[in-house]
């Protein structure tokens, strides 16, 4: 219901003319993981439709950081495929703003390929924390792609994706 009345309020301010309608940039990411709720770790199918629910709203590390302590006091430790789930929900977000149509992690590194590059600031890549910053590259062959060499958690992926849309 309220993803419902979140799509009509949005179709709302697009008729008003408060905000551009634009079609979102499709974001696929594989990083060879598993995401999603255990029936192991929530068994009440009615309770985990509510937490992928509210995962869908979450808008910043800090309420993924929340998210995970309100799980954890009620159903004790989360797994890593619900922490996962957390992380890549959010990054997904952050992905279509930045104009980021593909995340690929493997052993060596995480590749974000562009759709499009009209959001893109070399800028952002200045205000990345050193430990992520000296570790990026750029490519432009048929497609841009920004590089990010050696293995990154995803917190770290999403807090250079934030820096990529600020």
Known sequence: YELYVKMIDDAVRVLKGEVEAAEPIEVKI????????????????????????????????????????????????????????????YMTKLAQKAGISHITRTKGRTVFT???LSGFSAKSLMKLPDSIGKRLSFSVKSTAELRLSGPSSLKEIDIMLENLIK
């Open 30 to 89: 594989d990083l060879g993981m598993s995401m999603h709720i255990p029936q192991t770790y929530v068994d009440s199918e009615v309770v985990r439709l509510d937490l992928y629910k509210r995962i869908s709203y979450l808008d910043s590390i800090e309420d993924i950081e929340d998210q995970l302590q309100e799980l954890e006091d009620r159903f004790g430790k989360p797994p890593k495929e619900v922490r996962a789930l957390l992380y890549v929900s």
């Open 114 to 116: 562009y759709a499009d």
